[in-house]
């Protein structure tokens, strides 16, 4: 009795264990599983966050005693900041500029005046000892003067950063591109109405407007050093030799605003309502085809002599078809007539855009048409009901901000069309607006109560603009895209690139691969199942199933390995084989299968009947032989001699040798073995007594596996089906190395696909943590994770309802 004693408290307290532990182990799993989905909602959340704008700081300018010159009487025209919110910066009419230090070495707020200088670099305000009349702004802290002579000069602001012990330092420094001399912004002293330019790697263009109503081009780049001879002049020290070239476009021409893109490309001039762009490509090329000396183009100078006018083509008429590349109006199209109040370039050379005088911002940008390349409306934003009075593109991404008549300040996002954020940034009218580089920050400054101007700094928080429900799952036209459209790419070489995040062509691509997988699997793994179960001997079943099941552990990487390496060159190079094999096998097992059932039956017993299938395993590998050698022959017979071409070329189906066909064969593979694992245990677990009472009855074996055993094992089919495609759906190794990764949405079994497992493997190590495209693969991350669940749900309450259908059998 002590023993018993002993022993059933020994299994008691092995039961209490095993069940704590057990339970431990479910509600760990049970924690983990809502642990990830609450951490990718984490990471998620931030992109849908509203974005904010706070006044960080407010500071009093031009009071200074220090300031070297009397601002009074000059107007604004252009405020700057740095990238770390420390400097910021005021640039006049004049040719004045005033450096004032935001955040001092303790990181306290100041308004100190650290720098004032003119711009032209002459004494005083001046290029070439004549007054400063305009200055206009280039893109990331370039500015171009004009003197009263039509002379003109380049200047770039730059902050240096300075590491000190405890702090980090800035100091604003003046450069100039080309020297402190000026040079003449269009030939003969004619006086300049209306200018605009642009700087690209070294080479700056302007677009000017004479006041004879001339349209001429402008482009200065440094002469490149080339070997001189003994007896040439060489350049005095400090000048800089330049290369100016000058081209007429139009003569009587009329403008309110003149832009040049930032590649040169186009000059875009609006007249009131009516916008001509001119391209500005190949001008010389231009010229040389109209006959014109390419000697008479250019003019090689120093811009310290500041000469050598060139003659202007008097063909005006011809110009105009060469240059004229497109005209339209904007807002004809509303019912209410708009008059354009405001016009600007969107980051990169691609997008303009409009404002109107009834609160509406217009995006054109060129698209290909049957009529060639044209500019065309492709969304509008709904401002408000006052006229947009300026428009501020960010530097970088495709954001911009709007200034309307009432000093109200509006933030958009092209690409996903969102309106982010209204609000009032200022009291008293604005003079000028700025970005900071990082888009981080906004500088205001407007009329102070006391006389001067007032500098308002905002921290701007708006990380991820381009991330919306609409740009993910919806189409969106894209710069240069002929059309809307579904389109995932994270990155480019440009600064100016448009990101892409739309997740349906990975998504899709998930479910192609996973369709062609078990296409290709379920057919095999469930009759595999089917036969190992119910027809093949039990002795050869234990040999059988082990070995199929031990297939699951084979790596996936191995597989994938052997797929992209090794299966798609051989499917490529012998497609004509695959699809003789498609045709020849069915034909080739109903051949066999209609021979042994005519055989004698002597013969037939002397195999058993539950070995003959065996007999077809010789005859599949004679025809898939057979198929291989005859494919060169077939294809001369049917496909001129190259399938492969005959795909593409007659058929017009594109055709990847990393394609679904590939992935198809080599996922299935990876899926047969969970599909026939679960599938065999189901049906190898029916009931004998059901089979035993419907055999009784009469009913034939086929009759029996298909009205009893599939019927009782349906809900265990079913799971290893769901099981498998679970498994299709979250595969990574096998994609990523058998398809060529492109993320297209085309069902096309010849061509490849990205899937969301395969991406997010790819791209998570290149990406910038807590970027858009960071906060996006985890959201691809979280689609597969609620792609699974769904799968895994429906699987069961399928399983569910069968299961209590059929547990009467």
């Known amino acids: 009795m002590t023993l018993r004693s002993g022993s059933a408290k ?58 070297q010159v009397n601002h009074t009487n000059s107007s604004i025209a252009f ?47 001046a290029v070439n000892n004549n007054p400063v009349v305009d200055i206009v702004r280039s893109a990331n802290n370039k500015f171009a003067l004009l003197n009263s002579d039509g002379q003109v000069n380049l200047v770039d602001v730059k902050f240096i950063s300075r590491y000190l012990a405890d702090s980090q330092e800035i100091q604003p420094r003046l450069d100039y591109p080309i020297g402190k001399q000026g040079f003449d912004l269009v030939p003969n002293q004619a006086k300049v109405e209306l200018f605009s330019y642009a700087t690209e790697q070294g080479r700056s263009r302007f677009v000017t407007l004479t006041s004879d109503k001339r349209l001429v081009v402008t482009t200065i780049s440094k002469k490149q050093k080339q070997k001189q001879k003994q007896k040439q002049k060489q350049p005095a020290a400090g000048i800089t030799a330049l290369n100016i070239r000058y081209h007429e476009l139009a003569k009587e021409v009329n403008a309110d605003q003149l832009l040049i893109t930032p590649d040169l490309s186009l000059a875009i001039v609006r007249d009131h309502n009516l916008v001509s762009v001119y391209r500005l490509n190949d001008l010389a090329e231009r010229r ?144 000028a607006i700025a970005i900071s580089p990082r888009a981080d920050a906004l500088l205001v400054s407007e009329l102070s109560e006391q006389g001067g101007s007032q500098l308002t700094l905002f921290s701007v928080d708006n990380q991820h603009p381009e991330i919306t429900w609409r740009a993910l799952w919806q189409r969106v036209w894209y710069e240069d895209y002929p059309e809307p459209a579904y389109v995932w790419q994270s990155s480019s070489g440009s600064d100016e690139f448009e990101a892409k995040f739309s997740l349906v062509p990975i998504s899709f691509g998930t479910i192609k691969a996973a369709f062609y997988a078990m296409i290709f699997a379920i057919p095999i793994a469930i009759t595999a199942a089917i036969y190992t179960a119910y027809f093949m001997p039990s002795k050869l079943r234990r040999k059988v199933k082990p070995t199929i099941e031990m297939m699951e552990a084979l790596p996936t990487v191995i597989l994938g390995f052997l797929a992209g390496l090794w299966l798609a060159p051989i499917i490529e190079q ?19 299968a209609f021979g042994w059932h005519k055989l004698p039956k002597d013969w037939k017993l002397m195999l058993p009947e539950s070995w003959s299938p065996l007999i077809l395993i010789p005859f599949i590998i004679l025809v898939s032989v057979f198929a291989f050698k005859f494919s060169s022959t077939f294809e001369a017979w049917f496909f001129a001699g190259d ?25 299935g593979f990876a899926v047969i073995p969970t599909i026939f694992s679960i599938a065999e245990d189901a049906i190898f677990s029916v009931p004998k007594h059901l089979t035993s009472g419907a055999l009784a009855l009469g009913a034939t074996p086929w009759q029996t596996l ?89 699987a069961e309450l399928i399983r569910q309802r069968l299961r209590d259908k059929y547990s009467s059998l």
Not at 87 to 116: E, K
Not at 361 to 379: A, D, H, L, N, Y
Request: proline share 2%; glycine share 6%.
């Open 79 to 125: 405020i700057g900041l740095d990238e770390y919110q420390q400097v910021a910066y005021q640039v006049r009419q004049n040719g004045q500029i005033d450096f004032y230090q935001l955040v001092d070495s303790d990181f306290h707020r100041s308004g100190t005046n650290i720098l004032s200088s003119s711009l032209a670099g002459n004494e005083p305000l």
């Open 288 to 431: 040389q085809m109209l006959n014109e000396s390419s000697e008479s183009n250019t003019a090689s100078i120093l811009s310290s002599e500041n000469s050598a006018a060139v003659e202007l083509s008097a063909d005006i008429e011809r110009y105009n078809r060469e240059f004229l590349h497109s005209q339209f109006q904007p807002f004809s199209s509303l019912t209410d007539k708009a008059n354009i109040s405001a016009m600007s370039l969107l980051s990169g050379s691609s997008s303009i855009l409009f404002g109107s005088s009834k609160g509406e911002v217009s995006q054109w940008f060129e698209v290909m048409t049957s009529r060639g390349r044209v500019f065309k409306e492709i969304r509008q934003f709904d401002v408000g009901d006052n006229a947009i009075v300026a428009i501020y593109p960010e530097l970088f991404r495709k954001s911009f901000f709007t200034l309307d008549s009432e000093q109200d300040l509006g933030i958009f996002y092209t690409t996903s069309e969102a309106d982010l954020w209204r609000g009032k940034v200022a009291q008293q009218t604005s003079l």
């Open 706 to 794: 298909i009205t009893v055993v599939l019927l009782t094992a349906s809900p265990g089919i079913f799971s290893a089906i769901m099981m498998g495609l679970g498994r299709a759906v979250g595969e990574t190794m096998i994609v990523l190395m058998a398809t060529g990764n492109t993320p297209i949405l085309d069902w096309n079994m010849l061509q490849g696909m990205r899937t969301l497992a395969a991406n997010i493997a790819i791209e998570m190590p290149e990406s910038e943590v807590g970027s858009s495209h960071y906060r996006v693969l985890f959201l691809a991350a979280f689609v597969l994770f609620v792609f699974t669940f769904i799968f895994n749900t429906l």
């Open 10 to 67: 020994s299994r008691l307290l092995k039961n209490k264990l095993a069940r704590y532990f057990i339970t431990l182990g479910g509600v760990g799993v049970l924690f983990t599983l809502v642990f990830i989905f609450l951490y990718l909602l984490y990471v998620i959340k931030p992109i849908f966050d509203d974005v904010e704008v706070d006044a960080l700081a407010s500071i009093l300018v031009n009071n200074d005693s220090t300031s």
């Open 574 to 592: 012998y497609l004509a084989a695959v699809l003789l094999l498609l045709i020849i096998l069915p034909i080739t097992v109903l051949l066999v």
């Open 643 to 667: 399938m492969r071409l005959y795909v593409t070329e007659y058929l017009g189906i594109d055709y990847d040798q990393r394609n679904a066909l590939v992935i198809g064969i080599a996922m």
